[in-house]
């Protein structure tokens, strides 16, 4: 079996070590002290006169800090062990770790307390293939420190490993000669601060901290406020409160604040998306717009700066077009991968429009609709002069970077995810499906934005006529009369790549389904090929590319299931978005602590327990957000005007639910769901 593998985060810094604590590199996995896309620390490894040590048990207290109980050598030791170790380690702007040794003899005990200390300064894309640097490495006894420091002309990452205690101190790291009482105790506090500078002009310094007690309180405080911003959820379903708030929490610890931006926004995930992604930050703002509004006005703030201004195939930027991913690390930085500033993704740009429309609709904030007209005009824009690839009036992708550029630019993005049911692939540009859905209600929402703030009742017609003109000519084209349901994409020809496949449920949640085939669309999603159970696949069974663990030919996502529900509950076919939701929160509790990216796609009634892939990543910002958008669908939650609407339809057996303070432009309100009532009530 593998060891298990801890980690400790805080949006821009987190660290992955064994169940030790240890840090080793693993040829395969991100482990080490990362910040901004770079490891800062590739090795990190304790010793008690020259013993490795072994783990008693571990206390997982936040996020952001983790504590590891050990004892030297072997199993065999544990039990009459005459020292013990404790690691505890937390992360803020920088890195901390005090190290505690308990002598329990009832004699002074003298030992050699060694923590082995290196960096390669790798950049996170080339885990697993680390090219060779050359790291100068400055050990001073006298200040208590050790310096790693990498520098290729303006890009220079440095981390500076200091100690409260005396130490010698030397190129690979620090040791501890230290005498303990009797029953007495040692402890030193190590930081290490990450200094970055040449990115952007930036120069960025994770200082240390003198009182790390200040620094975790505050930490604390931040949580709680967090928190507390949030609405309370009170159930009757045993365990559903635990985990809705383990989803809160993980949402606090994905908030990642970009280089010379000032406000948090969320990133991906750990461990490979620990970066701004506009497709993952978009939907988890969708998805947690009545418990966490404030991470949408940062969300399109940034989008809006960093909007495509020019043509560049390098980085497959237009104007209009909405980021996909900002980088930082070295490859970034000298043009070796694209990412920089990336813009491959077909799917970001009409979905910033819808964003900023449902930020609106919750919260009435009309000043941030005003200041962003023109990125949302340019968005809208977008869509038919540089998405739309071969004048059929759909959106439409292609890479033009041949080199590095993502193949698959939708939310499916692996190269093999978009392919027929003989699993044939198409040729580019393709034009998927659920992007047509998005581009659609990114035109009716243009104009409703149109005619209600910016005054512009002729524009807002324009958008009105073509959204109509997409709709009818998606169901003419894309819709599949003998099977009864939507192509996942069209070739550029026109011909439909025929597979069934979970991305017609966002077809229902965009609103571009005309009512009289709606139903067909959810018994698909119901049905026994799409759903397993557990939640709707990526990608139906019976079909010659489906594979239940592959993550977009038939694993089953709890974000995408998340905007499947959403769309069936608007057709008013409730009890099935209740399945579905059912499902994914048994997927949660189930597994316990952080909503997984994604879990094979076998039957329920066959496994009895949601199979984790290693490709997942946890804790994931759409994951979590996951969750919360399934409890807002099963209570129906709608703004209305300046009122809160609440239709709740929640599995049989679910129980009474109550939200309560759910924030918005009525302030804050109350929603109560159970077999006997339903409602809202003002506060």
Same mark, same amino acid.
């Given at each position: 079996?593998?060891?298990?593998?801890?980690?400790?985060?805080?949006?821009?810094?987190?660290?992955?070590?064994?169940?030790?604590?240890?840090?080793?590199?693993?040829?395969?996995?991100?482990?080490?002290?990362?910040?901004?896309?770079?490891?800062?620390?590739?090795?990190?490894?304790?010793?008690?006169?020259?013993?490795?040590?072994? @783990?008693?048990?571990?206390?997982?207290?936040?996020?952001?800090?983790?504590?590891?109980?050990?004892?030297?050598?072997?199993?065999?030791?544990?039990?009459?062990?005459?020292?013990?170790?404790?690691?505890?380690?937390?992360?803020?702007?920088?890195?901390?770790?005090?190290?505690?040794?308990?002598?329990?003899?009832?004699?002074?005990?003298?030992?050699?307390?060694?923590?082995?200390?290196?960096?390669?300064?790798?950049?996170?894309?080339?885990?697993?293939?680390?090219?060779? /640097?050359?790291?100068?490495?400055?050990?001073?006894?006298?200040?208590?420190?050790?310096?790693?420091?990498?520098?290729?002309?303006?890009?220079?990452?440095?981390?500076?490993?200091?100690?409260?205690?005396?130490?010698?101190?030397?190129?690979?790291?620090?040791?501890?000669?230290?005498?303990?009482?009797?029953?007495?105790?040692?402890?030193?506090?190590?930081?290490?601060?990450?200094?970055? *500078?040449?990115?952007?002009?930036?120069?960025?310094?994770?200082?240390?901290?003198?009182?790390?007690?200040?620094?975790?309180?505050?930490?604390?405080?931040?949580?709680?406020?967090?928190?507390?911003?949030?609405?309370?959820?009170?159930?009757?379903?045993?365990?559903?409160?635990?985990?809705?708030?383990?989803?809160?929490?993980?949402?606090?610890?994905?908030?990642?604040?970009?280089?010379?931006?000032? +406000?948090?926004?969320?990133?991906?995930?750990?461990?490979?998306?620990? !970066?701004?992604?506009?497709?993952?930050?978009?939907?988890?703002?969708?998805?947690?717009?009545?418990?966490?509004?404030?991470?949408?006005?940062?969300?399109?703030?940034?989008?809006?700066?960093?909007?495509?201004?020019?043509?560049?195939?390098?980085?497959?930027? +237009?104007?209009?077009?909405?980021?996909? *991913?900002?980088?930082?690390?070295?490859?970034?930085?000298?043009?070796?991968?694209?990412?920089?500033?990336?813009?491959? !993704?077909?799917?970001?740009?009409?979905?910033?429009?819808?964003?900023?429309? +449902?930020?609106?609709?919750?919260?009435?904030?009309?000043?941030?609709?005003?200041?962003?007209?023109?990125?949302?005009?340019?968005?809208?824009?977008?869509?038919? +002069?540089?998405?739309?690839?071969?004048?059929?009036?759909?959106? /439409?992708?292609?890479?033009?970077?041949?080199?590095?550029?993502?193949?698959?630019?939708?939310?499916?993005?692996?190269?093999?995810?978009?392919?027929?049911?003989?699993?044939?692939?198409?040729?580019?540009?393709?034009?998927?499906?659920?992007?047509?859905?998005?581009?659609?209600?990114?035109?009716?929402?243009?104009?409703?934005?149109?005619?209600?703030?910016?005054?512009?009742?002729?524009?807002?017609?324009?958008?009105?006529?073509?959204?109509?003109?997409?709709?009818?000519?998606?169901?003419?084209?894309?819709?599949?009369?003998?099977?009864?349901?939507?192509?996942? @994409?069209?070739?550029?020809?026109?011909?439909?790549?025929?597979?069934?496949?979970?991305?017609?449920?966002?077809?229902?949640?965009?609103?571009?389904?005309?009512?009289?085939?709606?139903?067909?669309?959810?018994?698909?999603?119901?049905?026994?090929?799409?759903?397993?159970?557990?939640?709707?696949?990526?990608?139906?069974?019976?079909?010659?590319?489906?594979?239940?663990?592959?993550?977009?030919?038939?694993?089953?996502?709890?974000?995408?299931?998340?905007?499947? @529900?959403?769309?069936?509950?608007?057709?008013?076919?409730?009890?099935?978005? !209740?399945?579905?939701?059912?499902?994914?929160?048994?997927?949660?509790?189930?597994?316990?602590?952080?909503?997984?990216?994604?879990?094979?796609?076998?039957?329920?009634?066959?496994?009895?327990?949601?199979?984790?892939?290693?490709?997942?990543?946890?804790?994931?910002?759409?994951?979590?957000?996951?969750?919360?958008?399934?409890?807002?669908?099963?209570?129906?939650?709608?703004?209305?005007?300046?009122?809160?609407?609440?239709?709740?339809?929640?599995?049989?057996?679910?129980?009474?639910?109550?939200?309560?303070?759910?924030?918005?432009?009525?302030?804050?309100?109350?929603?109560?769901?159970?077999?006997?009532?339903?409602?809202?009530?003002?506060?």
């Amino acid at each position: 079996m593998k060891q298990e593998l801890v980690h400790v985060l805080a949006g821009n810094v987190f660290a992955i070590s064994d169940a030790q604590g240890d840090i080793e590199i693993a040829p395969q996995a991100p482990v080490g002290l990362f910040s901004f896309d770079t490891r800062f620390l590739s090795h990190w490894v304790l010793t008690v006169d020259g013993e490795r040590l072994n @783990a008693l048990s571990r206390d997982d207290m936040t996020y952001f800090e983790t504590r590891f109980f050990l004892v030297p050598g072997v199993a065999s030791h544990y039990v009459d062990a005459d020292v013990s170790i404790i690691r505890h380690r937390s992360v803020h702007d920088c890195f901390h770790e005090n190290i505690t040794v308990l002598n329990h003899s009832a004699r002074h005990a003298e030992f050699t307390v060694r923590m082995e200390v290196g960096s390669d300064f790798a950049d996170i894309a080339e885990v697993g293939n680390v090219r060779q /640097r050359t790291v100068h490495v400055d050990a001073d006894s006298a200040r208590h420190q050790l310096v790693l420091r990498y520098e290729r002309e303006r890009f220079v990452r440095e981390a500076t490993v200091s100690s409260t205690a005396p130490v010698e101190v030397d190129d690979r790291g620090l040791t501890f000669r230290i005498r303990v009482e009797p029953e007495g105790r040692w402890e030193t506090d190590l930081h290490v601060s990450l200094t970055i *500078q040449g990115e952007h002009g930036q120069d960025m310094r994770a200082s240390l901290a003198s009182h790390q007690h200040d620094v975790r309180s505050g930490m604390d405080e931040d949580l709680a406020g967090w928190l507390n911003r949030a609405p309370r959820l009170v159930s009757e379903r045993v365990g559903l409160e635990a985990t809705y708030q383990g989803s809160l929490a993980d949402l606090a610890a994905l908030r990642y604040r970009p280089l010379a931006y000032t +406000e948090r926004v969320p990133v991906g995930g750990l461990p490979w998306a620990m !970066a701004f992604c506009g497709r993952d930050s978009l939907i988890t703002c969708l998805q947690t717009m009545a418990f966490t509004p404030e991470l949408a006005p940062a969300t399109l703030r940034m989008l809006a700066l960093l909007q495509g201004g020019q043509l560049d195939d390098e980085h497959e930027e +237009e104007p209009g077009k909405i980021l996909a *991913q900002l980088r930082y690390g070295e490859s970034a930085a000298f043009g070796a991968l694209p990412n920089a500033l990336y813009y491959g !993704a077909a799917d970001t740009t009409p979905l910033f429009v819808v964003l900023l429309d +449902e930020y609106e609709l919750w919260s009435g904030d009309a000043d941030l609709v005003r200041q962003l007209r023109h990125p949302a005009r340019m968005a809208l824009d977008w869509i038919d +002069e540089y998405g739309d690839l071969t004048g059929d009036g759909y959106v /439409r992708y292609q890479r033009r970077n041949e080199r590095h550029g993502v193949v698959n630019q939708c939310w499916k993005d692996s190269d093999d995810a978009i392919a027929d049911v003989r699993g044939r692939q198409p040729a580019f540009p393709r034009a998927t499906c659920e992007v047509q859905g998005y581009a659609y209600d990114a035109k009716r929402r243009g104009a409703r934005l149109a005619r209600t703030f910016w005054d512009d009742p002729a524009y807002a017609d324009r958008l009105e006529r073509e959204a109509e003109a997409l709709k009818e000519r998606f169901n003419r084209d894309f819709w599949l009369p003998h099977r009864e349901y939507y192509a996942l @994409a069209l070739d550029p020809y026109g011909e439909p790549v025929d597979a069934l496949s979970s991305n017609i449920g966002h077809l229902l949640w965009s609103g571009i389904v005309p009512e009289h085939r709606a139903e067909a669309v959810a018994e698909h999603l119901v049905g026994p090929r799409l759903f397993n159970g557990w939640g709707v696949r990526t990608l139906a069974a019976g079909q010659r590319p489906y594979n239940p663990v592959g993550s977009h030919l038939g694993a089953v996502w709890p974000s995408d299931n998340a905007l499947v @529900a959403a769309g069936l509950r608007r057709y008013r076919f409730d009890a099935h978005a !209740a399945r579905i939701a059912a499902g994914i929160l048994d997927v949660a509790q189930t597994l316990g602590g952080a909503v997984p990216e994604l879990i094979a796609g076998y039957e329920r009634s066959i496994t009895k327990y949601p199979v984790q892939l290693p490709s997942a990543g946890r804790p994931q910002s759409w994951s979590s957000g996951a969750l919360l958008m399934l409890l807002g669908t099963l209570l129906g939650l709608r703004p209305t005007g300046d009122d809160l609407l609440v239709t709740p339809a929640l599995p049989a057996g679910f129980g009474r639910l109550e939200l309560l303070d759910i924030p918005g432009r009525w302030g804050h309100a109350d929603a109560y769901a159970s077999d006997r009532s339903t409602g809202t009530r003002p506060r």
